[in-house]
Structure formats: C-alpha cells, structure tokens
C-alpha cells in the first residue's frame, strides 16, 4: 500500500487543522493507521493509532484536542487537530500496520508515508 500525507500548514495557536492520508494499491481497512510526528534532532513520536474495528489511542500530549478518524469508502485516514499549539509543530507522518490493534511504536507499522509539515504559530 502507498501512502500519502496531505493537508499541513501554518495555523495559529488555539487553531485546528486536519491533515489527511490517502492509500493506494490496498483497501485501508485492512490495516491499522498510525500517525507520528517529528521534529528535527528527535525521533519520531508517536501521536494517535486507530485499529481495523475503529478503536483509537492518543499520546497523552493530544488526547482531548486529536481526533483520528478513517473513511473506508474513501480510503482516506484524518488526523483532526484542534487547540493546537507551539509545541505540535512538526512533520506528520502517517503509517499503515499489517496488525489488527492499536500500535504505539514505529516498529509495529510496514508503510509509511512522507510526512506533512505541520507550523503552530503564536
């Protein structure tokens, strides 16, 4: 499966924004979605994960203010942002599993995409 990260930006802090995942080659509900961020200099963090049967899970940095959801039809994943602030600024990738469940690590995840630039400003 391919995949491509779209929809990042420049937002002002207490803003939202919702960047998107589109799949190509394979139907998206067959694998778990993960998205992950990174700043230059650290290792890319995980941000949210959602499973085949819809269950998610949240960093305790976005949980509340995140929303990770899929569109099966559209084969299309979206990470919804709100109150967003200086120190989500990041590349956002998204990344597919081959697994079932929720996944927090990197390792966990076969396909990634190539990230979306992701700018909070004050």
């Known amino acids: 499966v391919q995949l491509q990260a779209f929809g990042g930006g420049l937002v002002q802090a207490g803003g939202s924004l919702r960047v998107s995942c589109a799949a190509s080659?394979?139907?998206?509900?067959?694998?778990?979605m993960g998205w992950f961020r990174q700043t230059p200099g650290k290792d890319r963090e995980f941000v949210g994960s959602?499973?085949?049967?819809?269950?998610?899970t949240y960093a305790d940095s976005v949980k509340g203010r995140f929303i990770i959801s899929r569109d099966n039809a559209k084969n299309t994943v979206f990470l919804q942002m709100n109150s967003l602030k200086l120190e989500d600024t990041a590349v956002y990738y998204c990344?597919?599993?081959?697994?079932?469940?929720?996944?927090?690590?990197?390792?966990?995840?076969?396909?990634w995409g190539q990230g979306t630039q992701v700018t909070v400003s004050s």
């Open positions: 080659g394979r139907a998206l509900n067959q694998y778990a």
């Open positions: 990344a597919a599993s081959r697994g079932v469940k929720v996944y927090r690590l990197t390792r966990n995840y076969d396909y």
């Open positions: 959602v499973s085949n049967y819809g269950v998610r």
